[in-house]
DNA sequence: TGTCCTTTAAA
DNA sequence: TTAAAGGAC
């Protein structure tokens, strides 16, 4: 018996059954083009995550490094395994991966069962009555509903653990470098959260939106890496009447409708949904995806959200929208560019939840906004953080009231007095040209 | 989970 | 002069 650890302890019926029958081999494969793009805060909470892991288990984690086509199956014949339980209908290395895997798996004659999933309900479930996908969210969120799901198991005690000594790599050191600061990982730190978010649960749906009241769970790092179930949320969820309830649970129904889409689309984890967008014109990346990146547009909302997420690995979901509208309309550069940078430094950067939701800013997805709508970054800085409390506690430059009495658009004389820059791109101008460029490819 | 511009009507 | 409402993109 031979388990491919994607799924943590919680909620795993399959995995309780193989514990029970013993011995089992926990395997966590450590995939490079998992590991190696990403940058110090995903690095950091990854690394975290695996070793809370690797310490809740009896005898400790095993962690391949490598191909991992050819180390699954390696691992699996080191062991005898002639059974493999296999997390199928969880991609985090997409579905291609995954088919690769099982694939040779099966060719070496080894047994896979497929079995368990990270979501309420396991992707491609969930359909039309004519049997095809929905390709909007809200009759998916209304049919998801009424499809339910099971309630969460208890968590495993007792069974018998084996290690592969040869072949593995040891649970790697990615300390967080000074200045930066990641959630705090594992299945403990997951629980402790979500029970403390229970009590400000009521307000979410009235707060959700202000980046500066940091009213949102952050719970999506432990959603992403198997640290907590969203049974367990649903559940706990169920027993709540509150608006805000219904506006959290709604938010999980978003990340089970993308990866239901991305299930029945492997290739739009890189390409656009609506292949007519292949038409449009974009510009290369250059100096102005940079600033971007960096944090120093000039347009102090999107400055923030970027920052944020190279000091903490997470950005507020507001956030995630405007700076993705910014870069994909303002500086007419493809959404790719932007999902891989959010990749590398996202602590909970999932591959479904990620694409889908820059495809949906781009306009090239499934639901998508109408190419026509552009944030405009002032306005959405003005809208939603009023009081500039985000844009001051982000844009170090812009923290003194009384230097910067308008953090949202501060004059010439005030960018020159702080140091801030001059914003790159004349929002009113590009918004125009993305618009011209969109009827072009029409 | 958009923005902008025009129209209309209350002042 | 301002705000609400509505249509276009």
Do not use: C
Request: proline share 8%.
């Amino acid at each position: 018996m031979w388990f491919r650890r994607d799924l943590r302890l919680a909620d795993n019926p399959a995995l309780l059954a193989a514990l029970a029958d013993g011995p089992v081999l926990p395997l966590f494969v450590l995939d490079p083009a998992l590991w190696r793009p990403a940058g110090p805060t995903r690095r950091s909470y990854l690394a975290a995550s695996l070793r809370s892991l690797d310490a809740s288990l009896p005898r400790g984690l095993t962690l391949l490094d490598g191909d991992p086509v050819r180390r699954v199956v390696d691992a699996a014949r080191a062991i005898g395994a002639g059974r493999v339980h296999w997390a199928a209908d969880y991609a985090p290395y997409g579905h291609r991966r995954d088919e690769a895997v099982a694939q040779a798996l099966g060719e070496a004659g080894i047994e896979v069962v497929r079995t368990g999933s990270p979501y309420a309900v396991a992707p491609g479930r969930v359909r039309q009555p004519s049997g095809q996908p929905f390709r909007v969210y809200s009759p998916f969120q209304r049919a998801w509903r009424a499809h339910g799901w099971r309630a969460p198991v208890a968590a495993p005690s007792g069974g018998e653990w084996l290690r592969l000594e040869e072949d593995t790599v040891a649970v790697p050191d990615a300390p967080v470098p000074d200045g930066l600061s990641v959630p705090e990982a594992g299945e403990d730190a997951a629980r402790r959260r979500w029970a403390a978010y229970l009590e400000r649960l009521d307000s979410y749906a009235a707060r959700r939106n202000d980046p500066g009241a940091d009213a949102t769970s952050h719970l999506s790092p432990h959603l992403r890496w198997g640290e907590v179930h969203p049974r367990t949320l649903l559940a706990d969820l169920e027993e709540r009447t509150s608006r805000g309830a219904a506006a959290f649970r709604r938010e999980l129904a978003w990340r089970e409708f993308y990866a239901d889409v991305l299930f029945r689309h492997p290739e739009s984890a890189r390409e656009h949904l609506r292949p007519e967008f292949s038409r449009m014109r974009y510009d290369e990346p250059g100096e102005r995806l940079a600033a971007w990146e960096e944090g120093r547009t000039g347009f102090p909302i999107v400055d923030a959200g970027m920052r944020q997420l190279r000091a903490t690995g997470w950005m507020h979901n507001r956030l995630r929208m405007v700076v993705a509208s910014f870069l994909v309309k303002d500086l007419h550069v493809t959404w790719q560019h932007g999902a891989r940078h959010f990749m590398r430094w996202l602590a909970d950067g999932d591959l479904a939840s990620n694409a889908h939701g820059w495809q949906w800013t781009a306009g090239t997805g499934t639901d998508p906004a109408p190419y026509f709508r552009v944030f405009n970054p002032t306005g959405q800085g003005r809208k939603f953080d009023a009081a500039g409390r985000y844009v001051r506690r982000w844009v170090e430059e812009l923290s003194d009231p009384t230097l910067v009495p308008d953090p949202h658009e501060p004059d010439q004389d005030t960018r020159d007095l702080v140091g801030y820059p001059a914003p790159i791109v004349d929002h009113a101008f590009e918004r125009r040209e993305a618009l011209d460029r969109w009827q072009a490819a029409r």
